[in-house]
T-cell receptor
Framework: NAGVTQTPKFRILKIGQSMTLQCTQDMNHNYMYWYRQDPGMGLKLIYY???????DKGEVPNGYNVSRSTTEDFPLRLELAAPSQTSVYFCASRLQGEGPAFFGQGTRLTVV | AQRVTQPEKLLSVFKGAPVELKCNYSYSGSPELFWYVQYSRQRLQLLLR??SRESIKGFTADLNKGETSFHLKKPFAQEEDSAMYYC?????????FGAGTRLAVHP
C-alpha cells in the first residue's frame, strides 16, 4: 500500500515555463488536496476535490489549475511559472467523513 | 471564513518541562479538528484528532467550543518531540491549516 505518491521530488523551472506536479493515491479516498508550504506560513490550500470530475478553489488558487479525471489522480498544473511559486507542494487525500488526511512526501519547486 | 490560528511560531522548552501549543479556530458549524506533526525531512502525519479523544506520544488536546480552542498539551516534553506542529480544521469539504508552531526541546 503506497499511500499518496507525488512526483517529482525536486524541480527547477525557468520563469514562464509550465509543468505538472503528479499526485496519485491508492486508498480509494474521494477527497484530495493540494497545498503549498512556504517558510513561516504553514500550509495554504491551493485546490481541492471531493471526487472525480469535481474540483474547487482553495485559499491561493491563482497561477494553478487542477483536474480530477479519476479517483486516484489529482495533478496540479503550473502554466506560466513565476518566482512567487517557489515553494514545497504537498498533495493529500482523505476519506469523506473519516477525518485524517494522508500526505505525500512533497515536491520542492524552485522557479528562477 | 474558516480559519485556524496558531499564535506562536516558536516554542522553546527544556526536556521535562510541560508544553502547550495553542490553536484557535473559526468555523460556524461543528468542526473536525486535528493536530499534525512534521519531523525534520519527513512528511506530515496525523498526531491526533478531537473525535477520538486519545493520547498519542503523551500528547492530548481538548476541544473547547466556548473558547473555540484546541490546544495541544504534554506534561513532560522529550527531545524527540522537537518538530513542527500544525493545527487543522476540516469543514465545508476543506482542510485548513494554521501557520504552525515549531517546538524545540532542549536537553
Amino acid at each position: 500500500n503506497a499511500g499518496v505518491t507525488q512526483t517529482p521530488k525536486f524541480r527547477i523551472l525557468k520563469i514562464g515555463q509550465s509543468m505538472t506536479l503528479q499526485c496519485t493515491q491508492d486508498m480509494n479516498h474521494n477527497y484530495m488536496y493540494w497545498y503549498r508550504q512556504d517558510p513561516g506560513m504553514g500550509l495554504k490550500l491551493i485546490y481541492y476535490s471531493v471526487g472525480a470530475g469535481i474540483t474547487d478553489k482553495g485559499e491561493v488558487p491563482n497561477g494553478y489549475n487542477v483536474s480530477r479525471s479519476t479517483t486516484e489522480d489529482f495533478p496540479l498544473r503550473l502554466e506560466l511559472a513565476a518566482p512567487s511559486q517557489t515553494s514545497v507542494y504537498f498533495c493529500a487525500s482523505r476519506l469523506q467523513g473519516e477525518g485524517p488526511a494522508f500526505f505525500g512526501q512533497g515536491t520542492r519547486l524552485t522557479v528562477v | 471564513a474558516q480559519r485556524v490560528t496558531q499564535p506562536e511560531k516558536l516554542l522553546s522548552v527544556f526536556k521535562g518541562a510541560p508544553v502547550e501549543l495553542k490553536c484557535n479556530y473559526s468555523y460556524s458549524g461543528s468542526p473536525e479538528l486535528f493536530w499534525y506533526v512534521q519531523y525534520s525531512r519527513q512528511r506530515l502525519q496525523l498526531l491526533l484528532r478531537h473525535i477520538s479523544r486519545e493520547s498519542i506520544k503523551g500528547f492530548t488536546a481538548d476541544l473547547n467550543k466556548g473558547e473555540t480552542s484546541f490546544h495541544l498539551k504534554k506534561p513532560f516534553a522529550q527531545e524527540e518531540d522537537s518538530a513542527m506542529y500544525y493545527c487543522a480544521s476540516g469543514g465545508y469539504n476543506k482542510l485548513i491549516f494554521g501557520a504552525g508552531t515549531r517546538l524545540a526541546v532542549h536537553p
